[in-house]
């Protein structure tokens, strides 16, 4: 296969049972133990537009200022059992001062430690990771994972790296923008304009029938800002078809294949988890919500960037001894529909398992959000299937990837 080239890894991990791993599936990974990292509370706030939506004025410590309150508002919790906080973000200024200074305002004691941490894309899914394994390493008993971006306020910047690194064929490609990766992959994989539209029409549809019937509402949680409430998306598109879709120009190349409607949207947002232990949450007496089990990160070729879930997929899968089919619900981050509609083929998922609510390309996709919003959304929709394990995943920025397994404990 002429993807396996591309990817970073010397070996293919298959997708199947039998590669060695010490995990032991899906059994052991459904048991409980007093020593489990288990999430008490997943949720985030709605999605605003960017340049034009809700929060477009809405400064990332605002944010995070308006949902820790909310937070507290809602679980009760003592901020002061916080033993660590790590915010996923990616491109607002000092972004470690202004978080800090969103929870002490908050309520949140000084005592309380927070981290920052950028991973690009999947920048929320490694703020529960670096929360998890302090939990795991018995670092800390209680702590918070956070995914935050104003790309209003806050747009990515444009990398700049100096000449003798930039004469690195790869270097240079690992600083090219998004969208142009989009393009390489449609083109190396000969994923049509006609293929990407159509998988983006399963997105936007998606997503609006769930807008329209209060899905979301299970994963929101409102928040207070400027003397309003924000309790729902206003990212998504009512309408849209394949009609649509095919009017609209390549953004990125003038013969490209890559356009607003079936590229992800700019967005802003904010969504986190609390995670602990199994024996701490029994003995406090906090609702689990579900279990983090295991996540993997991989490298691909930069200019290839988008196809890295193919990689980081089976690892995650194969360290923990299970298959693609163990899997209930997958949220596939949607960075591009070139790039999906090539993972989705090469992973052999069943559409209707993935994104089953709409993803990145309707909702939008706020950098250090997503991969803590995944978390959410998907252990929403298991909870609503009384279904128990999920696959989250995620192409990152200059050409690596990501792919986490969390299972749902929360009953309807």
Not at 81 to 97: A, K, M, Q, R, W
Request: aromatic share 4%; glycine share 8%; with cysteine.
């Amino acid at each position: 296969m002429a993807m396996l080239s591309r990817l970073t890894p010397r070996r293919a991990i298959p997708l199947t049972r039998g590669y060695a791993t010490p995990a032991n599936g899906r059994a052991a990974i459904l048991s409980k133990r007093p020593e489990d990292v288990v999430i008490t509370f997943a949720k985030r706030t709605a999605l605003g537009r960017a340049k034009k939506g809700q929060l477009k004025d809405t400064p990332v410590d605002e944010l995070l200022h308006a949902l820790f309150k909310a937070t507290f508002e809602k679980t009760r919790l003592d901020p002061a059992l916080l033993e660590d906080i790590c915010v996923g973000t990616c491109h607002p200024p000092s972004p470690l001062y202004v978080t800090r200074a969103a929870a002490i305002a908050a309520g949140i004691p000084v005592e309380v430690p927070i981290s920052t941490v950028n991973r690009l894309c999947s920048s929320g899914l490694q703020s529960i990771v670096n929360i998890a394994n302090a939990i795991g390493n018995q670092q800390i008993e209680l702590g918070m994972a956070v995914g935050v971006e104003s790309m209003s306020l806050n747009p990515r910047p444009t990398p700049e790296v100096v000449p003798n690194v930039a004469m690195n064929a790869q270097s240079h490609d690992c600083v090219q923008p998004m969208g142009w990766t989009s393009e390489m992959v449609a083109r190396a994989y000969k994923v049509s304009r006609e293929k990407q539209d159509e998988y983006a029409l399963i997105s936007h549809t998606r997503a609006a029938k769930s807008v329209a019937s209060g899905i979301f509402a299970d994963e929101i949680l409102p928040v207070e800002l400027r003397g309003a409430v924000v309790s729902v998306d206003d990212t998504v598109r009512p309408g849209v078809s394949l009609e649509s879709l095919a009017k609209l120009k390549p953004v990125f190349m003038e013969d490209g294949s890559t356009t607003a409607g079936n590229a992800s949207g700019v967005g802003d947002g904010a969504a986190l988890c609390i995670l602990t232990t199994r024996a701490r949450a029994e003995k406090e007496g906090w609702e689990v919500v579900g279990k983090y089990v295991a996540s993997a990160f991989v490298g691909v070729e930069p200019r290839y960037m988008g196809i890295a879930p193919v990689a980081a997929i089976p690892k995650v899968l194969s360290q923990n001894g299970l298959t693609k089919e163990d899997i209930d619900v997958w949220e596939i981050n949607e960075a591009f529909a070139s790039q999906f509609a090539y993972c989705v083929e090469q992973l052999q998922v069943p559409i209707e398992k993935i994104n089953p609510n709409g993803g990145s390309i309707a909702l939008t996709h706020p950098l250090g959000m997503t991969g803590t919003r995944q978390v959410v959304t998907g252990l929403a929709e298991l909870r609503r299937r009384d279904a128990p394990l999920l696959c989250t995943s995620m192409c990152i920025g200059s050409g690596m990837g990501g792919a986490a397994i969390f299972v749902n404990e929360a009953s309807r």
